[in-house]
């Protein structure tokens, strides 16, 4: 094999562990925020050490991935699409690991709203319908950095606009609670910050979908044109 054979197997093989390690990390990801949210449903303070613990090696995965990509880069000089990949890589896996901060940040708030013997179904199961969009959008973006398929990730804003509105009535309704006496301001900041947590995700969310399209196509798109050129879920 030539020298520029040699080198080219290399960086394929670079990639592929790239790609491999990319997916695991999107996989523990989204693993996070199912347990995160189904011990705040659950009101199950055990699960948060499970969270935690995923936390714990989303980090370390984000490490070595983000020195993979440094090592690609120095080592076989990268160009066009094959750059494109590593760089966006190092972009998706700070969202990814955020995305576990955030599940962590959940597990901890669910941990404190169990304590409480007034808690509300209600706003559990309106917290609920935030999650599930939220997560569908996580799941969905990971799908497409995976399968790289940046058609699939078009609409994802939409859904983020739902994410959003969801967030603006839990707010309201959370804070006029409050106000009337209600909801005590301990449970209620714990639930606010339950919804402020979900929607940074779906933020994320939307970051990595972002992401694809431009590793895919070479599109760089700001997220309001995204919004508008969506077409609806």
Not at 14 to 32: C, D, V, Y
Not at 150 to 169: H, K, T
């Amino acid at each position: 094999m030539s020298p520029e054979g040699s080198s080219r197997h290399a960086l394929e093989e670079g990639l592929h562990r790239l790609n491999e390690h990319m997916q695991t990390l999107a996989e523990l990801s989204e693993l996070a925020i199912r347990k995160a949210v189904a011990g705040l449903q659950d009101l199950d303070t055990q699960t948060a050490h499970e969270v935690f613990a995923l936390d714990h090696e989303i980090y370390g995965l984000q490490t070595e991935i983000e020195k993979n990509c440094v090592d690609l880069i120095a080592l076989h000089a990268p160009v066009a699409r094959d750059l494109r990949t590593i760089t966006t890589s190092l972009k998706i896996v700070t969202d990814l690991d955020r995305i576990g901060r955030y599940a962590r940040d959940i597990a901890e708030a669910a941990t404190e709203i169990s304590r409480h013997s007034t808690t509300s179904p209600e706003k559990i199961e309106k917290l609920g319908r935030m999650a599930d969009l939220t997560i569908h959008m996580v799941d969905t973006s990971i799908r497409s950095f995976t399968n790289r398929d940046a058609a699939s990730v078009r609409a994802i804003a939409e859904f983020d606009n739902a994410v959003d509105d969801l967030y603006d009535e839990i707010f309201k309704d959370l804070t006029t609670e409050m106000d009337a006496g209600t909801l005590s301001a301990e449970l209620g900041v714990q639930y606010i910050l339950v919804s402020r947590y979900l929607e940074r995700i779906a933020d994320h969310a939307v970051n990595v979908g972002l992401r694809v399209i431009y590793m895919v196509t070479g599109e760089r798109q700001e997220k309001a044109k995204l919004r508008h050129s969506a077409p609806q879920p």
